[in-house]
């Protein structure tokens, strides 16, 4: 058997969609040469998703259910990552995984410690709205004039070494939406190895947050990332 892998997924009131999608990801698991753990970190649902997972849990023993008070991707990641045991770990999203993605980033153990699923690398397949891709494009300028970041996409799906999940978890300061991007930033800057696979990305769903509702909050994020990472850099 391949190495350990915890996958950590943040839900939020998806009663409707996530025992499919769980069933086909424990379905592409079986066909991956790992050990896995799957954590549903469900966050401040207000329909059955957390009564869902814990039945679906009681089936599977490969899966933990963590449930958190309020509604809050970042805070549901983190607390994920904390829970998490593998010596790796993943990061996917309810309607976002890729068994593909886990075979190619596994076999980049020996030469990485975070390998990205870029929906921006050669050989990519971005089939979102032209809308959305912008923003992709517009998120990882951003994140190249702000910090240097050489990365070209730091949203999506991700495999991290446990020992950089336990050495930067605790010096994120983002919640919401830029936790995972905040990680990938500061073990850039303490030059962790990481590597990009190309992703295809084909939304299964319409999108459940307003793209351009967001793009405020973004940029004040990004802004509070900067501020700590300099301030942190003079002390």
């Keep these: 058997m391949g190495p350990a892998v ?6 939020h009131n998806e009663a409707d969609f996530m025992p499919s999608a769980l069933t086909r990801l424990f379905s592409e698991l079986d066909e991956v ?3 896995f753990e799957v954590i549903v970190a469900e966050n401040g649902s207000t329909d059955a998703t957390a009564d869902l997972a ?3 849990a009681r089936r599977e023993r490969r899966l933990r259910v963590l449930r958190l008070p309020e509604p809050n991707y970042g805070a549901a990641m983190r607390a994920g990552f904390e829970a998490a045991s593998g010596e790796w770990v993943a990061n996917f999203d309810i309607d ?3 068994a593909d993605f886990l075979r190619a980033a596994l076999a980049l153990a020996d030469e990485a410690d975070i390998v990205l699923a870029s929906k921006r690398a050669p050989g990519a397949e971005d089939r979102r709205s032209p809308l959305r891709r912008l923003g992709t494009f517009g998120f990882n300028l951003l994140l190249k004039l702000l910090f240097r970041s050489s990365v070209s996409d730091t949203h999506g799906m991700k495999l991290i070494r446990e020992t ?3 050495e930067f978890t605790p010096r994120v300061i983002s919640n919401l939406d ?3 991007t905040e990680l990938v930033i500061r073990a850039e800057r303490a030059g962790a190895r ?3 696979v190309p992703a295809k990305v084909e939304e299964l769903r319409g999108t459940r947050s307003r793209f351009l509702s967001r793009v405020p909050r973004t940029l004040k994020g990004l802004w509070q990332i900067r501020k700590a990472l300099r301030g942190e850099s003079r002390s």
């Design 164 to 166: 950089i999940v336990r």
């Design 54 to 56: 814990d039945g679906f």
């Design 194 to 196: 990481i590597r990009e």
């Design 96 to 98: 976002y995984f890729s």
């Design 33 to 35: 040469d790992a050990h």
């Design 178 to 180: 830029l936790f995972d």
């Design 6 to 11: 915890t996958i950590v997924i943040p839900v």
